[in-house]
């Protein structure tokens, strides 16, 4: 507090004497000390006042009729708010030195004897009460001072308790990200690693280890790269990243490292000399969702080049028997509306398969309402898979169509009858499937196979089964048995076998046109089956085949005669490899079909097979056939001249 605002500070006087008249003259003598005088006669008055009011110096008279002044100081000293108050005895009667005793005993700070000196009595009150005032400053200065300390004290312990959960947090979320720190002295060629290195890490690492010793938990063919990044980290002005591998008891783990240069401070070369601190992560999920999501990439331009094909091949194949722009406009559009249906279906049960009763519901509901017509549907619940359901969309459009435009729906009274059933064998369930005509015109063999019947010949085949048409007068009836178990199975993950001897393809540029081939076919692609084979027939080759299915394509593989072959990587859930090593240890040339537009992610000697890629062009057919012609018959040369 400053000093003319202590100087000025209201401070209290208490004045004790029975003799109002001596009152009067205390007044008069502290009269300019900028101080309240308070006056009592008695000891109870006395009392009520110190009660009341904060006293700096009480004048008090020795002698008082009720109370002496020994008794009251004794009194007010016994009280802890007026324990330090200063007390002045003035008397004129005991002055004795054991009176001057016991007045000091009792907390006395003064004793004046009467009479008083005026300016000695008001020099000596003056201190007191400048010392009250003194006094009252520090208290207050203290009070200030002790509650900064308390404030600075909270803010410390705030502060330090935010550190510590900041501190925690990191730690915490460090583990939870499998996230560790780094630091590396090149100088000592020295890491210093976070606690939960061995956890990231995936093996016991010390905290403190050697540089050469934490090369050996990296992948060899990744160390050359580690050493070079941390020798570029050394002087790099931005953080640098690697992503390597490293090994240990459960396999190989994905690190990302990123680590920047901490140049030291100091004069010397030794402090300037740049530390590398850093993190590492563990992105062994990462790495594995990003090949899943590559291989569900390729899946997936795998399943739109099939459709694609699948479409081309309908277009192609409807323009073959159309007589006019608009029938075969029409036949296109019912055709691609019945896979889009089956496709609708699929997309509802997130493409593991459709149930058959609700495939033949949705390809027969539209013709339910027309006049008298009557089609009755009974079959067992069986669930198809995609590719099965998408060939039997196809197989129940036509069905119906012809119906409608030659069978029992194209007149009143016409009746169909769809059933199915499973039949338990032996070898596994079978599906008994049969379409019935009864009550429409009469019915006659076509002179001719259109697409309808090849679609519905290619379903059998498909199914692993043996198809029937029975073109009777009273009606037209389809039925055909497959294996219904290799066609529920749920699709799991296709394994790629390494084909052996891979030969670099040969330009097809420089080659003569290939006279006519017998070709084994290997497709389970139904429509995209036919189409090939018309293309192929209609250069002059023989087809073997189709064949949609592993087991069929093995054996005509191996007991088959033919010149050369396309087989398609994918049958469903298996794949054409073992077909491929069948062909070539009898060195029969071939090449394979596919609608993976990138074959990154197979066994890399199979990349090196001539492939011909969905949907096809009849010119790259074409010359593919004449580039694996060319090989037959440079194989059939070779195998003379051995024999001459």
């Known amino acids: 507090m400053p000093a003319q605002d202590a100087a000025i500070e209201p401070v209290n006087i208490l004045l004790v004497d029975d003799q109002p008249g001596k009152l009067l003259t205390y007044e008069a003598i502290l009269d300019g000390l900028d101080a309240t005088l308070i006056k009592a006669t008695t000891a109870e008055e006395a009392l009520t006042a110190l009660l009341k009011n904060d006293i700096a ?5 020795v002698c008082m009729p009720d109370l002496d002044g020994f008794e009251l100081a004794s009194m007010i000293r016994d009280h802890p708010r007026h324990e330090k108050t200063a007390v002045i005895f003035i008397s004129a009667v005991r002055l004795e030195t054991d009176d001057l005793l016991k007045g000091y005993r009792t907390g006395a700070v003064d004793y004046v004897s009467v009479p008083v000196v005026p300016e000695i009595l008001k020099a000596k009150v003056q201190i007191f009460v400048e010392l009250y005032r003194k006094s009252r400053q520090l208290d207050a200065l203290n009070a200030e001072l002790e509650e900064r300390v308390k404030q600075r004290a909270e803010q410390l312990e705030a502060s330090h308790a935010a550190l510590q959960e900041s ?7 460090s583990e939870a990200a499998k996230l560790a720190t780094f630091e590396y002295d090149p100088k000592t060629q020295m890491l210093q690693w976070s606690a939960n290195i061995s956890d990231v890490l995936h093996c016991n690492v010390p905290e403190r ?17 580690v050493k070079e990044y941390v020798r570029t980290a050394n002087y790099a002005e931005s953080t640098a990243e690697l992503e390597f591998r490293v090994t240990s008891a459960r396999g190989i783990s994905w690190i990302l490292a990123r680590g920047r240069a901490l140049h030291g401070v100091g004069n010397d070369a030794e402090a300037d000399a740049p530390r590398v601190l850093g993190t590492i992560l563990d992105i062994t999920e990462r790495k594995s969702a990003e090949s899943h999501q590559q291989l569900l990439m390729a899946e997936l331009d795998h399943r739109v080049k099939n459709i694609l094909a699948n479409v081309a091949a309908i277009a192609r194949l409807s323009s073959t028997n159309a007589t006019s722009v608009a029938s075969f406009a029409s036949a296109l559009d019912g055709r691609i509306h019945a896979m889009s249906s089956a496709h609708d279906l699929l997309r509802q049960s997130s493409w593991t398969g459709v149930d058959l009763h609700e495939l033949v519901e949705g390809a027969l509901a539209p013709f339910r309402s027309r006049g008298n017509n009557d089609i009755t549907i009974d079959g067992d619940r ?3 898979t995609s590719k099965f359901g998408q060939s039997m969309a196809l197989v129940l459009h036509e069905l119906v169509t012809n119906a409608v435009k030659h069978g029992a729906l194209s007149a009143a009274g016409g009746k169909v009858n769809v059933a199915w059933s499973r039949i338990a064998t032996p070898d596994g369930d079978k599906i008994a499937f049969s379409w019935q005509e009864r009550s429409g015109p009469r019915c006659r063999k076509p002179s001719r196979n259109g697409f309808g019947l090849a679609v519905i010949r290619s379903a059998a085949s498909e199914c692993g089964g043996a198809a029937e048409m029975v073109f009777a007068p009273e009606g037209f009836q389809f039925d055909f048995q497959g294996e219904l178990s290799s066609r529920t199975q749920m699709v799991g993950t296709r394994h790629i076998a390494i084909v052996p001897k891979a030969r670099p393809p040969s330009p097809a540029a420089n080659v003569p046109a290939a006279p006519g ?14 189409q090939l084979k018309l293309d192929l027939e209609s250069e002059g080759h023989t087809v073997v085949g189709p064949f949609a299915q592993l087991a069929d394509g093995l054996r005509a593989a191996a007991e088959a005669n033919f010149d050369i072959a396309l087989i398609d990587i994918n049958l469903g859930a298996d794949n054409s490899a073992p077909i491929a090593e069948i062909l070539d240890r009898r060195m029969i040339p071939f090449a394979f079909t596919t609608g993976y537009n990138d074959l990154v992610f197979l066994p890399p000697r199979l990349r090196d097979y001539p492939h011909l890629t ?14 694996l012609a060319y090989r037959a018959g440079e194989r059939a040369g070779n195998a003379s001249d051995q024999v001459a």
């Open 57 to 61: 110096v009480i004048l008090m008279d």
């Open 167 to 173: 501190a925690e947090r990191l730690r915490l979320a």
């Open 209 to 225: 280890q050697n540089f050469e010793d934490f090369m050996e938990l990296v992948h060899v063919e990744d160390r050359e790269m």
């Open 382 to 384: 069986i669930r198809l």
């Open 517 to 530: 081939c017998h070709i084994l076919l290997v497709e389970d692609e139904a429509l995209i089956a036919m």
């Open 614 to 627: 969905k949907p096809y062009n009849p010119a790259d057919v074409k010359d593919l056939i004449k580039m």
